[in-house]
């Protein structure tokens, strides 16, 4: 699947506002992908639902900008060049051309069972029959300049690690500990130096583009990082911050008792922390990003808390088991 550089720029250019790129790094970005031979990106996918693709799918709202496009050279594009959800190849040819070239960037979508584990088998990437997943990420990750673990999946292990676990699964960070902290601990370090972590079940899809924009935009530099390793853009506050629900909530002490309260359901109504919502424990901007924004420079339409359902704390480390149970009746 190619995406050319216009579409790319394109949607960049609709997106910019809420991607906080300025006209500086969109110059910068059309510089960079102008340069010979593209930006190859591979994407796989491990113990997953797809729900970061079709996240990142449901995020093209295209807009009429042509002033940073008019004099964009032909021939150049954002290559995407292994996608098995998206993709219409199939077969060992379309796995095997994902390493025709070292990726730039290397997606991981879901989560990954330890080698040799019997789980989770991706196709033939390097003519080997029934290669796993953990030996295609870790194959592809040696050569690439980053590596996005996509989903808190990806990031964290997510809901395929929740206990009791069977596979084993984990998530990429702690795959590569597993596989080399102690056998080859300079190794681990590499690696782990090239990991961003973009959590979120799913994640909101211009976390995704805005992560890989800036990287091109700043010659593959890592955006600035908290512990976790996410881009502090995104997940550098608490989701209560902004959540039109936390001040009069609190101020006037409303309580919500049962599912029938009817201050629920309404915009700016009761909080949500008294029936399992987990926004105080939660670091993301989903109550000021929101999401499905309608076009250029507009917030999103809606997110989980604003139309009434508690935070999961799904882009956190210890979600699932250590957010459960999402929903509580007092």
């Known amino acids: 699947m190619k995406i050319t550089r216009r ?7 609709v997106a910019a506002g809420a991607l906080g790129l ?7 970005l059309e510089k960079a992908l102008a340069l010979e031979g593209g930006v190859d ?16 799918a449901n995020s093209v709202y295209y807009a009429t900008i042509e002033g940073l496009l008019t004099n964009t050279p032909a021939g150049k594009s954002l290559d995407l060049n292994y996608h098995s959800t998206l993709m219409a190849a199939m077969s060992d040819e379309a796995t095997q051309a994902a390493t025709v070239s070292s990726p730039t960037v290397l997606v991981v979508e879901g989560a990954i069972p330890p080698a040799g584990s019997g789980y989770c088998d991706v196709g033939s990437f ?6 796993s997943v953990a030996d295609v990420v870790d194959t592809l990750a040696q050569s690439a300049a980053r590596i996005l673990a996509v989903g808190t999946c990806a990031a ?10 069977p596979t084993g699964t984990m998530g990429v960070m702690d795959f590569f500990r597993d596989k080399y902290f102690i056998t080859n601990p300079a190794k681990f370090r590499q690696l782990r130096r090239k990991i961003i ?10 976390w995704i583009v805005g992560t890989i924009a800036y990287m091109i935009a700043n010659g593959y530099a890592k955006p600035r990082l908290d512990t976790l390793k996410r881009p502090v853009a995104y997940y550098g506050q608490r989701v209560c911050n902004h959540c039109d629900r936390f001040g009069d909530s609190f101020i006037n002490n409303r309580k919500p008792d049962q599912i029938g309260d009817p201050n ?3 915009p ?3 909080c949500l922390k008294y029936i399992g919502c987990k926004g105080s424990r939660t670091k993301s901007d989903c109550s000021i990003r929101k999401w499905h924004s309608p076009g250029l420079n507009q917030a999103g339409i809606n997110w989980c808390v604003g139309a009434g359902a508690p935070c999961q704390g799904c882009t956190q480390n210890y979600f699932p088991d250590r957010m459960s149970p999402f929903h509580y009746i007092r």
């Open 7 to 13: 579409q790319f720029l394109k949607y960049c250019s």
């Open 22 to 28: 300025t006209a500086t790094d969109l110059m910068k």
């Open 41 to 56: 990106i591979t994407w796989i996918s491990g113990q997953s639902c797809s729900g970061c693709t079709v996240s990142l």
């Open 126 to 131: 390097t003519g080997a029959a029934g290669e």
């Open 156 to 165: 964290f292990g997510g809901i395929p690690a929740g206990n009791p676990n």
């Open 197 to 206: 972590n973009i959590p979120g079940c799913p994640p909101n899809p211009n």
């Open 264 to 266: 629920l359901n309404i």
């Open 268 to 270: 700016g109504g009761s």
